[in-house]
């Protein structure tokens, strides 16, 4: 467990919350993850099999692992946004913004 743990943790330092998407982000759910680790008598062969295998696939997230792998040829998007844009977009307090302008619509 405290290896489990431990990893977990490295992790968080390398992602941190996105306080523009509470509730919806990554890092957020990652920390909620931690709380599983804190019930020894619930950790089970398997549970501690697939525990290993999130954190192997998030470690391969944090750490970029395939962007690094697989560089991007073009800067261009799907959208026409650009990173920073598509990040702005995505924030809570723009798709509160989506759902109030929605609502006076109807």
């Known amino acids: 467990m405290s290896a489990l743990y431990q990893r977990f943790l490295k992790v968080l330092e390398k992602w941190p919350a996105d306080k523009s998407k509470v509730g919806r982000d990554l ?3 990652i920390r909620k993850q931690v709380t599983n680790l804190s019930n020894p008598a619930a950790l089970t062969a398997d549970v501690t099999a697939q525990i290993t295998k999130q954190i192997d696939s998030i470690e391969r997230l944090a750490n970029n692992t395939y962007g ?3 560089k991007r040829v073009y800067d261009s998007t799907a959208t026409g946004l650009s990173a920073q ?3 702005q977009v995505l924030s809570s307090e723009f798709l509160q913004y989506l ?3 929605s609502k006076k619509k109807n």
Request: glycine content about 8%.
């Open 27 to 29: 890092g957020e759910q």
């Open 68 to 70: 690094r792998k697989y």
């Open 99 to 101: 759902n109030e302008d």
């Open 85 to 87: 844009q598509c990040n």
